[in-house]
């Protein structure tokens, strides 16, 4: 119970409880800390007059600052592209081929291009845009189109037969199984050249037959020896590389019902400062391949095969 | 204690009047909240407040001289010789540079502060507080202009009690423009230590510092202005940890202020003395005159004789007073002085003072200082170890590998050269032990990938750098290697190097 006294050393009364022998004095409160106490309640009224704090039934009340977490953000992503206007107006007075003159700007399109890659690009091609079956891995040093920064820009504009886009890449491999140009034994003995070809097999039998159907089917496209074709985006198939996959099965499959990878034009998607950036993260990524030396025309029009 | 009969016990703080009887607040409540009261110290002089006077001015100085101190080192690195520069991430002491990774430096310090402050207290009490705290420094720096515009103690106080006639007023205003003065002065030269002093104070008067300097020369204003002008003692009594953590730590060896009450008690004026003396009245009189000198120049304003209290900071102020005073009545200084509990209670039972050195070298102490010592040295010793050329390596892990047309496999680093001297380098990165492994990056075509790169990392700079390492296939498998760093020594240069060991990811072989 409450046994107050006046403890005598200090003259100051206690509060009355005590702890095995231990007392507390009621020793009292600087005044000073009492009118601070005022000032943070008038700091509190005030705070919910200036800024939303009432909660109703739809939203809180305004404040008279009228300030809002969504205009807070929305200031902020205006600052921040404020901040990379600069950077984002050189970019688009540079042709995409001479960013490289400027190392301190192309360092800046590939930050940009990586950024831009992770919200449009990792869907087919993976974070780390080592791609997947029939997603080309663009780390690697084998393009299907071309390598160089020009030719990867061209192909992420314009995109990979996508329709709407008259520029888009575009060919079209025969289903040679599905088709009956190629019976199921002769689809057989082709793959078994490529295999050979590829280095995964050795010569036989069927390979040799192969070898004469690769000549008469393939080789318009692909090549005599499997070298591929850049032109109309036919593989090499003499390398290590596999889009869909080189095993047995998936040759088959590949030969029988052909492929037809798709692409969007991403020229219709994003802004031409992005797709810039995009081409150049993506001739970053250790398979770019550098400028031809005297670029000629390039062919809008494939040469193959484009049956559109 | 209530049995002793010499101690005579006066509340600090305001309290309860006393009643005629022994359970006197039943009717008298004491009021929740206590008013400050004026403290007005007086002015004195003796060999603490000279200490005090030489302590203030060593603290002042180093505080406002610091960051004009020039130190040269090179063209590509700031003049100043103390810079915390925060926008770039460096911490240069005289000949020291500290990088972020480094601040375990600085956190060796922080711990040497405290060790340190542990120290102090273990061997002369709360010294740190009497002396050496910024709070005491300009408190007491404060409580000078004080006197200069208001007159010593008793005309403080008269004024503090007098009405708000024209005079008062003067006279506030005046001071409160020094006090501001001086705290725009000590809020000012913080900035200094955080950019190029001489260059900052320059964008300062004309208006082109960044906002966040003014902001923080106004903040510190205040608080100087505040604290020091106003708060005072009420920082040490009622905010300052400190003096609660060393009321744990003081122990019966620790030096603290003594009023030697089996000297001074009963307190009784030269009057009294002298009539006690010659018989006219009885009993015994001891050697304090109660003056109220000890209480009069209190920079806290306590009553030392009640004995030690968390208002006392030990500066010495009182022992000063009382010196002054015992001279005058031609009685043996040191009625209050520095000493032990231990001591204390040897004293009383009739013993001679001891030597105030063994009080300050006790065991405890020098367990404190071996510690203190030990983090130094080993501060020091890590400090002589250091490399200026750092290699850092990060794989990477999405892709692991690549597999190349040709068989062969890459492997993507991204890798961080730092030249953490103050001038540019030349540096070879090569390959150790990865067999007909090449390198290239990122901006490099891949044609000219070479087994060693040279690069030449500006001064002071950490280059990062995306290193693409390709082995050919038959060689391509999961293996051990490193990363080697080498600076192109110039000729008399000891040469300085890094490797870090990292592995090759590859396809396990079929």
């Known amino acids: 119970m409450a046994d107050k006294r006046i403890d005598e050393p200090t003259g100051v009364e206690t509060v009355g409880h005590e702890w095995d022998g231990i007392e507390e004095l009621n020793t009292p409160l600087p005044r000073w800390w009492l009118w601070t106490f005022y000032a943070t309640i008038v700091f509190a009224i005030g705070y919910v007059v ?191 590389i596999w889009l869909y996959g080189g095993d047995r099965a998936t040759l088959t499959q590949t030969v029988t019902y052909a492929r037809q990878g798709v692409m969007p034009a991403w020229g219709q998607r994003l802004d031409p400062v992005t797709v810039k950036m995009l081409a150049a993260y993506v001739h970053s990524r250790g398979g770019g391949e550098a400028l031809p030396a005297a670029t000629p025309a390039p062919d809008a029009a494939p040469a193959a095969p484009a049956t559109r | 204690m209530p049995a002793d009969p010499k101690l005579k016990l006066v509340a600090s703080t305001p309290s309860p009047q006393e009643g005629g009887g022994d359970n006197a607040t039943a009717h008298h409540e004491p009021s929740l909240y206590a008013r400050r009261e004026p403290v007005c110290p007086s002015k004195v002089d003796g060999r603490f407040r000279r200490f005090k006077w030489a302590v203030m001015a060593f603290c002042l100085a180093v505080y406002w001289g610091t960051p004009w101190l020039r130190w040269d080192r090179g063209p590509w690195a700031p003049n100043q010789a103390v810079l915390i520069d925060l926008a770039h991430r460096r911490f240069y002491m005289f000949g020291i540079e500290i990088w972020p990774h480094e601040f375990y430096f600085v956190a060796g310090l922080l711990i040497m502060a405290g060790v340190g402050l542990f120290l102090v207290t273990s061997a002369v009490g709360r010294a740190w507080c009497g002396y050496a705290c910024p709070q005491t420094v300009w408190t007491d720096l404060f409580q000078h202009v004080d006197r200069l515009i208001d007159g010593d103690r008793n005309a403080q106080l008269a004024l503090d009690r007098a009405p708000w006639n024209a005079r008062k007023i003067t006279k506030r205003l005046t001071k409160w423009a020094i006090f501001l003065a001086i705290s725009f002065a000590t809020g ?114 306590i009553d030392i004789r009640e004995g030690a209290q968390i208002g006392c900071i030990t500066c010495g102020l009182c022992i000063d007073a009382c010196d002054r005073v015992m001279g005058q009545v031609g009685r043996e200084r040191g009625l209050i002085d520095y000493c032990t509990l231990d001591d204390a209670e040897h004293e009383r039972k009739g013993g001679a003072p001891k030597s105030l050195v063994k009080a300050i070298f006790r065991p405890r102490t020098l367990v404190y200082l071996g510690l203190w010592s030990a983090i130094g040295l080993g501060l020091l010793f890590m400090l002589g170890q250091r490399t200026r050329l750092d290699l850092s390596v990060a794989r990477d892990r999405n892709p692991e590998f690549v597999q190349l047309s040709d068989g062969s496999v890459r492997d993507g680093f991204t890798i961080k050269l730092r030249n953490m001297e103050d001038r540019p380098r030349d540096t070879v990165l090569s390959l150790e032990g990865l067999a007909g492994g090449v390198i290239y990056t990122d901006e490099m075509d891949a044609a000219a990938a070479k087994p060693a790169l040279r690069f030449t990392v500006p001064a002071d700079t950490t280059m990062r750098l995306r290193v693409y390492a390709v082995v050919p296939g038959d060689d391509a498998r999961p293996q051990p290697f490193a990363f080697h760093l080498a600076a192109v020594a110039r000729p008399g240069e000891a040469p300085a190097q890094d490797r870090v060991n990292t592995e090759f990811s590859a396809p396990q072989a079929q």
């Open chain 1, 50 to 240: 200036v800024y939303p704090a009432i909660p109703g039934r739809h939203a809180a009340s305004a404040g008279t600052a009228g300030w809002t977490s969504r205009g807070a953000l929305a200031k902020d992503l205006a600052a921040a592209d404020a901040a990379r206007a600069q950077t984002r107006a050189a970019i688009a007075a540079t042709p995409v081929e001479k960013l490289a003159d400027n190392p301190q700007l192309l360092r800046a399109a590939i930050e940009g291009g990586a950024a831009a890659f992770k919200q449009n690009c990792v869907q087919c091609h993976g974070s780390g845009a080592a791609g997947s079956k029939g997603y080309p891995n663009l780390n690697d040093d084998d393009w299907l189109w071309g390598g160089d920064i020009a030719t990867i820009h061209q192909t992420l504009e314009h995109g990979v037969r996508y329709p709407g886009d008259e520029q888009t890449r575009t060919s079209q491999m025969p289903a040679f199984g599905r088709d009956g140009i190629l019976t199921a034994a002769q689809v057989q003995d082709v793959v078994s050249h490529v295999r050979v070809i590829s280095g995964q097999e050795k010569a036989s039998a069927s390979s040799a037959r192969g070898a004469q159907i690769f000549a008469d089917n393939c080789s318009v496209c692909h090549g005599a020896n499997g070298e591929g074709n850049r032109t109309v985006g036919a593989p090499r198939l003499n390398d290590k």
């Open chain 2, 188 to 301: 000012g030269a913080w900035i200094f230590y955080f950019a190029d002093a001489p260059t900052l104070q320059r964008e300062f008067w004309t208006g082109a510092a960044p906002g966040v300097a003014y902001a923080c020369v106004a903040v510190l204003t205040f608080t100087t202005f505040w604290l020091g002008g106003f708060m005072r003692e009420q920082v040490c009594v009622y905010m300052c940890p400190w003096p609660r953590i060393q009321s744990a730590m003081l122990d019966e060896k620790s030096l603290i202020v003594t009023y030697k009450d089996w000297r001074g008690e009963p307190r009784g004026s030269l009057k009294q003395a002298a009539k006690v003396r010659e018989g006219r009245l009885p009993g015994a009189i001891g050697d304090c005159i109660d003056c109220k000198q000890c209480v009069a120049v209190c920079p806290t304003g």
